[in-house]
């Protein structure tokens, strides 16, 4: 059933990420999360699948968050770009890692000509005390990016 | 599971950016858990994608991974030029899908 291709292609990318950064060094950001080296790897990693090889730029894209997240399981994040969404300077996606969860992938988001302001919200998990990133990719290809730091309580990415 | 539920202002002004609110109950497996019993890997299904369309045309889109809380909301911009009706899918590993609508008013 596709149900199982789906996770089979997870473990398939999991392993291609492994074998990138060195499986003992994925291991490791796996099962004993306190490794900073490894998590950041792996998100620089994916973060350059997303955007290639264009440098982000700091700034216009700005993180709300708590300041201490007591429960890891459902941490309030929100994500707004400066833009006047039109022309070069639309923001056409903006994606969210987060560099400290075993997979620092979160979400991304596409906008239109009619959304009006290249914002959004919603609930993620959080590993640990972690950077969240956002990229905001902008229609004329530059790419902006914003940092927020979380402190985290209660880990949620529970097994 | 499911149940989607969502917020879109009945009335905007010309040219105004309002904020519609979306909520679905689902339990984004992660498919890193284990089934305590037996030990085995509880399969991943989670919303993998979510789309908004005004009149047919897509206005905003997100994809979702594990890292998304169970229950997923989200919330985004929308600043319509003319009255219309706003569709809402939410697209489930496996490709089952939710949907929903809502109408609003540009004046």
């Given at each position: 059933m596709s149900q199982t291709e789906v996770s089979g292609g997870v473990h398939r990318r999991s392993f291609l990420i492994a074998a990138g950064a060195g499986g003992a060094a994925f291991a490791a950001a796996q099962f004993t999360p306190g490794i900073a080296l490894a998590d950041k790897a792996l998100t620089e990693q994916a973060i350059k699948k997303v955007i290639g090889d264009r440098k982000p730029i700091e700034g216009r894209v700005s993180i709300d968050g708590p300041e201490i997240a007591e429960n890891g399981n459902t941490v309030p994040v929100g994500f707004?770009?400066?833009?006047?969404?039109?022309?070069?300077?639309?923001?056409?996606?903006?994606?969210?890692?987060?560099?400290?969860?075993p997979r620092p992938e979160v979400a991304n988001f596409w906008f239109s000509a009619d959304s009006g302001a290249a914002r959004g919200a919603f609930r993620m998990r959080m590993a640990k005390t972690q950077n969240l990133i956002a990229l905001a990719e902008m229609a004329d290809g530059k790419v902006y990016m914003g940092k927020r730091l979380v402190k985290v309580t209660i880990g949620g990415c529970g097994g | 599971m499911s149940r989607p539920r969502v917020r879109v202002p009945r009335k905007i002004k010309k040219g105004?950016?309002?904020?519609?609110?979306t909520l679905i109950a689902h339990k984004m497996e992660?498919?890193?858990?284990?089934?305590?019993?037996?030990?085995?890997?509880?399969?991943?299904?989670?919303?993998?994608?979510?789309?908004?369309?005004?009149?047919?045309?897509?206005?905003?889109?997100?994809?979702?991974?594990?890292?998304v809380s169970s229950n997923p909301y989200i919330s985004f911009a929308i600043s319509p030029k003319k009255s219309g009706k706003i569709d809402f899918v939410w697209t489930e590993d496996g490709g089952k899908t939710f949907t929903k609508s809502a109408k609003f008013e540009v004046a």
């Open positions: 707004e770009v400066e833009s006047k969404m039109s022309g070069g300077d639309m923001v056409k996606a903006v994606h969210v890692f987060a560099e400290g969860n | 105004d950016t309002v904020t519609v609110k992660t498919g890193v858990r284990r089934n305590k019993k037996t030990g085995k890997l509880i399969p991943r299904k989670i919303i993998n994608s979510f789309e908004a369309k005004i009149d047919g045309k897509t206005v905003f889109k997100a994809a979702l991974h594990p890292a």
